[in-house]
């Protein structure tokens, strides 16, 4: 049986910022690709570039150079027609449900926006139908049609926010951390709620955030990005029971673990963060890492497989 190919596949992805001290390297060659159906889940502190990665590989900001090909198809190279096509295909859950909503417009006309730019409505009853329809199967009552989004909650926010993406029927979708800047309690709903959208309609996620218990409780395989690279990816279940990097050790030492029993040893990280503009070829995570040797300063490691569907950028890996 012949293997399926990947929805998505990024190759060498680079998005570059002029600044007066030069150019900052947000995301600098980063690849991965995704099986349909899939989660893949992009992980990393504050500034690595991840939100950086998914807004690019939509076109909301154009990327300086690479390939996404998206079913086969490189969408860096589509006119703005094309691409304007293809958004019905593809599209994004922003952070903060509020911002990303317009306050002037009832929830029924913001789900319904994306209906009526992309004319995909036969006319104004189709339309209400469809939104009736997205707005039940986001759990959103029907008596909500006409009120605005200062009138609900952030959990009802943000499940607007998943009916609006929703309601074009894509296939895949970027989930810029769609639940950080929920309550604790309705970020586990929100969870649940993308968990069976993706069972029901055969959705494929990049799912972003800086929590890896997010991630681990939805992703099925995990890409950590420092500094604009990845510097591993390996399957969820592989990547919490045997991480290579150290600065993957470190991230998942950090998590709270409910236990008095088990208890972990942080890896506190120290020494200065190297910036992100003209990056020298050396190995980014260095001056933080406990391990750092010669080798480190001798160029940029490159992604290397060890086994499996596991690879790791680190001097420390290659033999």
């Known amino acids: 049986m012949a293997e399926e190919h990947p929805i998505l596949e990024v ?32 992980v990393g502190e504050s500034g690595c570039g991840k939100s950086t990665t998914g807004r690019s590989i939509l076109r909301l900001i154009e990327p300086t150079s690479g390939e996404v090909l998206f079913e086969g198809r490189d969408i860096l190279r589509l006119s703005k027609d094309e691409m304007r096509r293809m958004r019905q295909k593809m ?11 317009n306050p002037r417009m009832t929830i029924s006309d913001i789900i319904a926006e994306p209906l009526r730019l992309h004319r995909l409505c ?13 707005m039940e199967t986001v759990g959103l009552a029907e008596r909500l049609v006409n009120s605005y989004p200062h009138e609900l909650d952030g959990g009802r926010r943000q499940r607007v926010g998943i009916a609006r993406a929703l309601v074009l029927q894509p296939s895949f979708i970027v989930c810029d951390e769609p639940v950080s800047a929920l309550d604790v309690s309705i970020q586990a709903q929100i969870l649940n709620l993308m968990q069976d959208l993706q ?26 990005m420092y500094l604009g690279q ?14 290579q990097h150290p600065y993957t050790k470190a991230l998942l030492s950090a998590i709270p673990v409910p236990s008095l029993k ?7 990280l120290t020494g200065e ?3 992100p503009i003209n990056p020298p070829q050396t190995c980014r995570f260095a001056p933080r890492c406990p391990y750092a040797c010669d080798r480190c300063t001798e160029g940029v490691p490159a992604l290397r497989h060890l086994g499996g569907e596991h690879y790791v950028a680190c001097c420390l890996c290659q033999q």
């Open 262 to 268: 088990k208890r972990t040893e942080m890896q506190p």
């Open 230 to 243: 990845v510097v591993e990816k390996a399957p969820a279940i592989e990547l919490f029971e045997h991480p």
């Open 122 to 134: 036969s006319s104004s009853a189709d339309c209400e139908k469809r939104v009736q329809r997205i």
């Open 91 to 101: 599209q994004i859950i922003f952070q903060d449900p509020y911002s990303s909503l």
């Open 273 to 275: 963060i190297s910036s």
């Open 11 to 42: 190759r060498n992805l680079k998005k570059y910022f002029k600044t007066p001290k030069g150019m900052l390297h947000a995301v600098d060659d980063v690849s991965f690709c995704i099986q349909r159906g899939k989660t893949l889940g992009i």
């Open 199 to 224: 069972e029901q309609l055969h959705l494929t996620y990049i799912f972003i955030t800086h929590n890896l218990s997010v991630v681990n409780h939805l992703a099925d395989e995990i890409a950590v």
